[in-house]
């Protein structure tokens, strides 16, 4: 159960894709948009790190892991 950790939150980045850009079509009519934009976006990044980081502490990772993530190494 653990090991599936890291592919939820990339899941939940996926999600956050259309929603960032719905915000930033949005905010061209209202300011507030934007901040929502950046709220998303941020989580995503958030969860961008921790991805890996579990990955590699529950020695879950992938071809595509091991080589986006060199930086962790």
Same mark, same amino acid.
């Given at each position: 159960? *653990?090991?599936?950790?890291?592919? !939820?939150?990339?899941?939940?980045? %996926?999600?956050?894709?259309? +929603? @960032? %850009? !719905?915000? *930033? #079509?949005?905010?061209?009519?209202?300011?507030?948009?934007? %901040?929502?934009? *950046?709220? #998303?976006? +941020?989580?995503?990044? @958030?969860?961008?790190?921790?991805?890996?980081?579990?990955?590699?502490? %529950?020695?879950?990772?992938?071809?595509?892991? &091991? +080589?986006?993530? &060199?930086? *962790?190494?």
């Amino acid at each position: 159960m *653990l090991s599936a950790i890291p592919n !939820i939150l990339t899941g939940f980045r %996926l999600a956050c894709a259309p +929603v @960032v %850009l !719905i915000a *930033l #079509v949005l905010s061209a009519t209202q300011w507030s948009w934007s %901040l929502v934009a *950046l709220g #998303v976006f +941020v989580a995503a990044a @958030v969860t961008d790190l921790f991805d890996g980081l579990i990955a590699r502490a %529950l020695m879950a990772e992938s071809a595509w892991g &091991t +080589v986006s993530y &060199t930086h *962790l190494a």
